[in-house]
């Protein structure tokens, strides 16, 4: 069965069992039927595409897993401080992105054995791209 088909056979299901409106499932059935019967992309069919300006709950998530792999690594270096420690990170950062992602870019996880520090480094990299400045690590690290 192509991914396709698989689609359409979980909407028909979710239909059969006749969600609330305006659910979650609702608004999956709602599209793949307008993807069916519309053509187009099921991404937009589904309403996952942003509009102008607004940000989609894709690049919210991404940012999410970002951030909270950035405050495990920040958790990993040291410093007698927080903000000690955001600048530690930072040189962390830049190493890694000038030594490491290079030669890791390509993998879909980072390589067995690798350092915590560097795990965190290398899925942050995987969901965005990684702030190097001090200041913006010790504000998602912190929050303050």
């Known amino acids: 069965m192509s991914p396709a088909e698989s689609i359409v056979q979980v909407a ?6 006749g969600p609330a409106p305006g659910s979650a499932e609702s ?6 039927r307008r993807w069916i019967s519309e053509g187009g992309s099921l991404d937009a069919a ?24 950035l405050r495990q690594a920040h958790g990993l270096v040291s410093g007698d401080s927080a903000w000690s420690r955001s600048v530690v990170l930072a040189e962390e950062v830049s190493r890694f992105l ?9 993998l879909s996880e980072p390589p067995e054995g690798c350092s915590d520090l560097r795990r965190h480094l290398f899925l942050a990299h995987r969901s965005g791209s990684l702030p190097e400045s001090p200041r913006q690590l010790h504000v998602i690290c912190t929050g303050i």
């Open 12 to 17: 028909s299901r979710l239909e059969a069992m």
């Open 27 to 32: 608004r999956f059935c709602d599209g793949v």
């Open 46 to 69: 589904l309403g996952l595409c942003g509009e102008v300006g607004i940000e989609t709950a894709r690049t919210r998530y991404l940012r999410a897993q970002r951030d909270y792999h």
């Open 98 to 106: 000038s030594l490491v992602w290079p030669r890791w870019r390509d």
